[in-house]
């Protein structure tokens, strides 16, 4: 790559994309990179503010901007990520389909920490949807060596994928609703019909739900009904607090769940348990499911239905992150609540 005057280089190549910036009306591309100059371009050019270009030089060392951020992009992306065309020397990582977004942060610190390259990622862990951009990369100048991309190239190897979105399993959810009011018809359950609604969301699905009294024997009898009839998960919903009368956690410990936590550091969302009876998560769910537009719930369950097992150590590090400060127009999941990294 050399630098010329303008009108020096009418009939060579622009090796970068040429931008152009109107404010308040437009900013994107006036010339694309590989544009051969031409006598008429010159006043464009001259009003853009370019009085120099650069324009190809062979040099099998350097590599492009454009050709530095594919390369980069493809050796970062795994299943379920698209890439965009480069433009200005940035391409973004895409999502492909609904997931869960997966980035490995300490890669992708390790790439940061290199001198003339950039890989900026949303929040790890997050439902995403489909076109969503995910990721862009691009490099500092308008050239770089070869060597470096390479050595870029090889920490995505040792550690991919650098980001991937993992689809979600559908699953046959069952659900207990616990509480004597509900169970006489005293009042009305607002809980299965939510759960309802976001495992549907999700791409699952509730086969059954069985109301119970607050009798630890009534919600065992329940939970293991659900699994006979083929359960892949299974919320028990209410009776959570501390209260003498709520048994949802004693439940699921006489039904044999093993307890993963009970106690979560979010809000809303501090009395959620996570148990397992073999393979099957059995997640008791606080009242705030019921009524908060998201909490520990939406931020726990989309990583079983694609494929986690879920931890102690998952559930612990949500502290970071893990207040919900109630913004009056809730933009769940583009802001900062279960973000913990």
């Known amino acids: 790559m050399k630098m010329v005057s303008v009108q020096e280089a009418v009939g060579m190549v622009l090796c970068h994309d040429i931008t152009q910036i109107i404010p308040g009306k437009f900013k994107g591309r006036a010339f694309k990179k590989g544009h051969i100059v031409t006598f008429e371009d010159i006043p464009k050019l001259l009003d853009i503010g370019k009085q120099n270009l650069y324009v190809w030089e062979i040099n099998n060392e350097l590599i492009h901007e454009d050709d530095a951020a594919l390369r980069i992009a493809r050796s970062a992306a795994g299943g379920g990520i698209a890439l965009t065309e480069p433009k200005e020397g940035k391409v973004n990582l895409v999502a492909k389909e609904k997931g869960l977004l997966k980035v490995n942060t300490e890669a992708l ?11 900026a990622t949303i929040h790890t862990n997050q439902i995403v949807e489909k076109d969503k951009i995910l990721a862009g990369t691009r490099i500092i100048p308008l050239v770089i060596k070869d060597d470096k991309i390479r050595n870029i190239e090889a920490i995505c190897r040792m550690n991919y994928p650098l980001l991937e979105v993992k689809p979600f399993k559908a699953f ?60 892949e998960m299974i919320t028990v919903t209410g009776g959570m607090s501390v209260d003498p009368d709520d048994l949802t956690p004693a439940g699921i410990r006489a039904a044999g769940g093993r307890i993963v936590t009970y106690g979560a550091p979010t809000l809303p969302g501090a009395m959620f348990m996570v148990a397992y009876i073999g393979n099957v998560p059995v997640l008791g769910l606080p009242g705030c499911v019921m009524y908060s537009r998201s909490s520990i719930f939406d931020l726990v369950v989309p990583r079983i239905l694609a494929g986690e097992e879920i931890t102690r150590k998952d559930i612990v590090a949500l502290g970071h992150g893990g207040l919900c400060v109630n913004c009056k127009e809730c933009r769940y999941p583009d802001c900062g609540f279960g973000k913990s990294i």
């Open 109 to 119: 610190y390790s790439i940061n920490e290199l001198e003339e390259v950039m890989f």
């Open 172 to 231: 046959k959810v069952g659900v207990v609703t616990t509480g004597s009011e509900v169970y006489h018809g005293r009042i009305e359950d607002k809980f299965g019909p939510v759960v309802t609604k976001k495992m549907e969301t999700w791409g699952s699905y509730v086969f059954k739900q069985i109301f119970v009294s607050d009798s630890t024997d009534m919600i065992v009898d329940a939970i293991n009904q659900l699994l006979r009839e083929g359960a």
